[in-house]
Structure formats: structure tokens, C-alpha cells
């Protein structure tokens, strides 16, 4: 009998360390309030309750105390009107960085936020056992999306035809070893890659299901799009959308162009380039078939390097070595322009780097890059990350660059990212900006944008249970920074419910 009461002591004694692990409900509130309150904005929050929900133990490193990961859902009232994603403000990312969260487990943030309204978030934080006991520490826990996989059908090509070419191509690819040469290889996957989705495109397209060109796989754009096409297929399950990826804004366009796109995300200074014919599109002419639907939300030009480097200013990258962004993407338009306005070509660095921005990243924390530029909406993950593990500074756009560049640029515009857009951030930084618009072509029927529009700036911004990932869009913004002509649906009332 008295071994027995022992054992239970022990398990009850070992049960309540095990929930005090790390930190308790009042330690959490406490500790969450003085988070958003250095990390997001001063008096925007009040933390009105925390439930712990549980904990874990982090993987151990040489050096590093032990730590944990808290679990527990929060509950928090805005204390001010705030516009979260609009321009010059903070954005729901923000918001969920601070909160250990990801944007889809953040709920009651819109367009436009009153005062008194109720946010509800997931959230997280570690804790680390010190010589004082258990205290918060500042690391990326990081929360995956997971995006939901392309609709594939099979289509009406005859087979004879297929099976003829499919032998013709499998001809072409086994052969003897050692096999076709390397650079014939790379050439037959990049055809066949390409070859792959437009026949997927096609088939989807006589079924209705439009294609939608995003961006990188991971990225900002391919996020967006999943969210997008998640809440599109939830309001109206007969308005069929499929992602593909790509490489930004510059390919996006030509995908639209060719007629490989039905719909797709494009830099709003890109979309005017693209309808001009002008800069990265004056050898293949203007692509005047693009219409607008709308705007979707600002993206900012980013021009970074770690907060120990000794470059201060744009100016200085002279000679150094410097990621421009993928060839067809809308970050390196952007990164030529800039560097123009200062009187810097590529010639004049000692690396022009075509990276993505995961492998720029990477490559910066490494020191084999000395700064990375990115457009994307700010704050964007991959950069919120390294500025909480390595830290960053954002080099102003300032001046007669700015100047110019908002003068000679059509979309672009001073944008402002405040104080704590991103984790240490003390200061405002001064950059440039550009919309992200929502683009199709001039033969898109009128009543299915009017449908597609209708969708995505008024019902999905009314959706009360919608998160942090759909709140930039809205009826109140979808005009702004818009850079070519608005298609004629997109400002007509749906003529049904879809």
C-alpha cells in the first residue's frame, strides 16, 4: 500500500512539472503582452486571455539549454483602428511572427480593423531553462503551409498521335549508355517540363478550370495563389482554379500572352512594362491583350544585407556581390531599376546572381553574398526568419533615387515599411513599392471575371472566419497603383451567384 501511494506522488509530482514546463497561463499572458508590445506596435494589442494548450521539447544543441515549444491559444482585443497589409502599415505577418503563428492560424484580422474587435490566433513561443528558471527566448518556429495539389484530367488527344510522339520523345531519351549528353538532357527535360503543362492547361481549360501563373513554389505569389484558389473553391465550387508555378511577374506576363495563362499575379510597375512593351519587354514588342481585375495588395522593394555588414547605403554595392533575382522574375526588374537610379549596372558588381530568394538567403548567412534584393509583400517569412537568426538591415531607397525612380517607373510608389515590420527593426525604412494586381487577358468573358472579381474583393473580405492570409485584398483598394486598362468585368456586378 505504501509503494503504491509513493508511485502515485511520483506520477502526480512528475505530471505537474511536466505542465509547468516552460511557462503557465499567467506567465504567458504576461509574456505575450510585452511581445507584441516591442515586436508589433506599443498600445495596439491587449492580451485578454491565454489557454495553454500543451508543450514539446526542442531538439538539443551543443551549448544551448534545454528548451521547449508552448502551445496555447490567445485571444486579443485591437485597441485602436488599424488597416493591417494597407500601405505603409503593418501586415498580418507581422502580427503572426510575434505570435509564433502562421497567417492560417490567425483569425478576425480584415481590411480594415476597429477598435474592440476580438482576434484569435494559435500561437507559440519557446522557453529555455537558465540558471533563473524558465525564460522567453527570441527563434523561428517555423509554421508550414501546405499547398494542395494541381487537378490533373485526362484529356481527348487521340492515342495513336500520343503513343506515336511519346515513342518518338522515349526514342530520343533511351539510349545506350551512357545515355544522351548532358546538355541534351537538360534541354529535353526542359521541353518536355514545359510541354507537360500546357497540355495539363489545355485539357483543364475545356473542362473550365483556368490556370492561375503565381510565382516560385514556397514563395510569397504560390502561397497567395493557394489561399486564393482554397477560398475561391469554398465560395463557389463551380469557379475552378489550378496553380502553376513560376519563376515571377516577367514570365507571368508572357504566360498570359501566349495564352498559357488564364489568370496570374504580376508587379504592378511589371504589368505596365509588359502592356508598354517597354524594358524587359521591348525585343518581343507590347503585350496590349492584358487587363486588370484588380489589385490584390503593395509589395516593397527590399534590399538587404546582415546587420553586421559595413554597407549603409545602395550606393556602396558597388563591387560587390549582389542577388538580382531569377532572369524572369519581378524582383530582378525591380533590382536593375534600382541599381540604375543610382548610377550602378550589373558590370559594375562583382556578382549579378540569379538565385531564388531561398538560395540568396542561405547564400548571405553564409557570407558568399554581400546583399540580396526581394519584392515581395512585406513582411515576407524568409526574411523575417534571418532577421531573428542573423539579423538584417534594410538599405534605404532615399533622394534623387527615388525620386527618379517613382518619376521613370509607372507602379511605383514610396512606400513606407514602419518600425518592426520585421523582428529588431528599431526605424522606418524608406523603399519603393508596387501593387500586386490580379491580371487576365482581354478575351476573358465579362461575366466570369465579373464572378472571379466579385469573389475576390468583396465576399472573400466579408468572410468574418477567413485568416491573415486573405486580408489584403478588398473593395476599398482593388483600384490602387492598377497600371493598365481595367478589363470590363471586373467592374460589373456578377449577373448570378456563382
Keep these: 500500500m505504501a509503494r503504491r501511494i509513493h508511485l502515485f506522488v511520483l506520477v502526480i509530482a512528475l505530471g505537474a512539472a511536466a505542465c509547468s514546463r516552460g511557462a503557465d497561463e499567467t506567465r504567458l499572458k504576461d509574456d505575450l503582452q510585452l511581445r507584441l508590445n516591442r515586436e508589433v506596435k ?65 483569425f478576425g484580422l480584415q481590411a480594415q480593423n476597429k477598435s474592440g474587435d476580438s482576434i484569435r490566433a494559435y500561437a507559440t513561443a ?23 495539389p494541381d487537378t490533373d484530367s485526362e484529356g481527348d488527344i487521340q492515342p495513336s498521335r500520343a503513343k506515336l510522339l511519346i515513342d518518338r520523345l522515349a526514342a530520343m531519351v533511351n539510349l545506350p549508355p551512357p545515355g544522351p549528353k548532358a546538355p541534351e538532357d537538360e534541354i529535353i527535360a526542359e521541353e518536355l517540363e514545359r510541354a507537360q503543362e500546357n497540355i495539363e492547361r489545355r485539357v483543364q481549360r475545356r473542362n473550365r ?29 463551380n469557379v475552378m482554379l489550378r496553380q502553376r508555378s513560376t519563376e515571377g511577374s516577367i514570365e507571368n506576363a508572357r504566360l498570359l500572352a501566349t495564352g498559357d ?59 560587390r556581390k549582389v542577388n538580382l533575382g531569377p532572369a524572369t522574375s519581378g524582383t530582378r526588374f525591380d533590382a536593375l531599376a534600382v541599381l540604375a537610379a543610382y548610377g550602378l549596372k550589373t558590370s559594375d558588381l562583382s556578382d549579378a ?17 554581400d546583399a540580396v534584393f526581394v519584392t515581395a509583400p512585406a513582411p515576407t517569412r524568409p526574411l523575417q526568419e534571418l532577421a531573428l537568426s542573423t539579423g538584417l538591415r534594410l538599405l534605404p531607397i532615399t533622394g534623387a533615387a527615388l525620386d527618379q525612380l517613382v518619376r521613370s517607373r509607372p507602379g511605383l510608389t514610396a ?53 491573415a492570409e486573405i486580408v489584403g485584398a478588398s473593395a476599398g483598394k482593388e483600384l490602387r497603383g492598377v497600371t493598365i486598362p481595367l478589363h470590363p468585368g471586373a467592374s460589373e456586378k456578377p449577373h448570378s451567384a456563382p
Design 42 to 106: 506599443a498600445g495596439l494589442f491587449d492580451v485578454v486571455s491565454v489557454r495553454r494548450q500543451g508543450s514539446s521539447p526542442m531538439p538539443a544543441e551543443q551549448g544551448v539549454a534545454s528548451r521547449v515549444l508552448v502551445y496555447f491559444n490567445a485571444t486579443l482585443t485591437l485597441k485602436q483602428d488599424y488597416t493591417f497589409g494597407g500601405w505603409n502599415q503593418l501586415s498580418p505577418s507581422t502580427v503572426a511572427f510575434a505570435l509564433g503563428a502562421n497567417e492560417k492560424g490567425i
Design 126 to 148: 519557446v522557453y529555455e531553462n537558465g540558471p533563473q528558471g524558465w525564460a522567453q527566448v527570441a527563434t523561428v518556429t517555423q509554421q508550414q503551409a501546405t499547398a494542395g
Design 209 to 237: 478550370i483556368y490556370t492561375i501563373a503565381t510565382g516560385p513554389s514556397g514563395g510569397d505569389y504560390a502561397r497567395m495563389g493557394d489561399t486564393l484558389i482554397a477560398a475561391i473553391n469554398q465560395a463557389a465550387p
Design 261 to 319: 495563362a488564364d489568370y496570374a499575379f504580376l508587379q504592378g510597375d511589371v504589368a505596365a512594362a509588359a502592356y508598354a512593351g517597354e524594358d524587359a519587354f521591348a525585343h518581343g514588342g507590347p503585350i496590349e491583350t492584358l487587363r486588370a481585375v484588380g489589385a490584390l495588395f503593395p509589395e516593397a522593394v527590399h534590399v538587404v544585407v546582415l546587420d553586421k555588414s559595413a554597407v549603409r547605403e545602395v550606393g556602396q554595392l558597388r563591387g
Design 353 to 369: 546572381g540569379s538565385a531564388s530568394t531561398a538560395d540568396a538567403i542561405a547564400r548571405l548567412k553564409n557570407g558568399q553574398l
Design 415 to 467: 512606400l513606407t515599411l514602419p518600425a518592426n515590420t520585421y523582428p529588431r527593426q528599431a526605424a522606418d525604412v524608406n523603399t519603393v513599392g508596387s501593387p500586386t494586381l490580379l491580371v487576365t487577358t482581354e478575351d476573358a468573358p465579362a461575366a466570369e471575371v465579373a464572378r472571379v472579381s466579385d469573389l475576390v474583393f468583396n465576399r472573400m473580405p466579408r468572410n468574418r472566419g477567413k485568416t
